[in-house]
């Protein structure tokens, strides 16, 4: 089992810095006036409660404390240039709007302290098309509720490991939260949400990182129309409960230890109508229960499915798994998890009455996925004609599976599903995007394989499908 214990330490490597018992965060910076402060704090200083000051275009060094409820908006994209030891903008006083600015810090500040480009710790606060950079948090929300950030940019400090830097929204111990429109590159996590109820998440794109989304013990969010991609995961959702997720897209997490959606004990989610493309293991599944996935799909990933069978009662209907590898990685003897009305492309069962499914059962699990639990080589030969002889013998003969795993009534054919956000060529993979010229040997690789498999592999099924549909 040393293959599996290993993915399953790369899978949950964030229940490091969000377990159970995990201290909150550090008191806010000292706010000390001492070190270079900006020119603009003095109009701050001197305004009422209500006031709206407004900014033309320049640059402005310094850093910046609002403590009283006023309207801070920029004309011609004023650049706030922190002094690279706090955070650049510091927000201590409900109902503060900032609007319209562009904000450097410079690169500096402290981890632990939570420098920002924006701190927010006060609530009702509105953050809009604001272009933030080089700061180790992008926007940070302490105990604010209310607090919407809207149609603004944050890149984050390349170059550095995660462990350097933050994440581009950092959301903690904040109610009826709004994020919307935003995006994120190169931070630690695109969108971090910790102990935060009933917010909502849309129309965002975390992109270039370590996790699009983590999330931890924070209970009855919608998160919709977001896009995570080209990270170790797309998303980390754990320890919460009532989510739901509609019509979002996970692109391209791969790596040794990566997941579209990966869910660690968490209970009674709905996930509808999603795009779930081009990742080691499209969704990965803990100790959870009562989970309802819908409509959604799930394609050209190693693996679609990974789960525990240490979770239960959790329903797949309705969706199109399309062109993966492997179906499901079913880590333990059984599980109740059930499956019906999916399509599955690499099924070949007839429908001979018409009716739009299957005359038989579509078997998810086989003897290679046994193997494959237990062997750490064994990913290596996931492809070759011997897994395949194995799967196939193993339908036949089956002698290893104590309970198989079941599709009860597969469709036959591409389900259509009109809400499902779909592909675009602005989509593909930054490696690929970098070297398009080796795309034809690819392709010409791709072409050799499927004639060796004998034209039925399911990477044909996979093209075929997607360019129906996706």
Known sequence: MRGLALLAAGLLQAAASGAPGLPPPGPPEVESRGGQVSPLQALIDRASPGDRIVVSEGTYEGDLVIDRPIALVGTGRPLLLGSGAGSVVRVR????????????????????????????????ARVTDCHIRQTLFGIYLREADGAVVERSRINGLPGRPPGEIGSGIHVWNTKGFRLEDNLIIEVRDGLYIQSSPGGVVR???????????????????????????????????????????????????????????????CDDVVADDNLIADNARGIFIEGSYRNRFRRNIVAMSDMALVIYDSSGDNVFEGNAFVGNLTPLWLVGRRTD???TGNYWSDQDEPDLDGDGYADRPYRLSNVFDHLRGNMTAADLFAQGLAARALGAAERAFPVLDAVPVLDERPLVRMPALPEVPPLTPADRPAAARAGAAAWPAAMALGGAFVLLAGGRSPLTRRRRDVGRRV
Do not use: W
């Not at 969010?221 to 009532?242: K, V």
């Open 337 to 339: 998890t059930r499956f």
């Open 203 to 265: 129309g965002n794109t975390a992109r270039d990182l370590r996790y699009g989304i983590h999330y931890m013990y924070s209970d009855d969010n919608l998160f919709e129309d977001n896009t995570f991609a080209n990270g170790d995961a797309g998303a980390a959702i754990m320890y919460s409960r009532r989510i739901t997720f509609r019509r979002n897209r996970f692109l391209h997490n791969r790596g040794f230890a990566s997941a579209g959606l990966l869910f660690k004990e």
């Open 93 to 124: 006083a409900a109902d503060v709007s900032i609007e319209g600015f562009d904000i450097d810090g410079r690169g500096g500040g402290d981890l632990g302290q939570d420098t920002s480009g924006i701190h927010i710790d006060a609530p009702r």
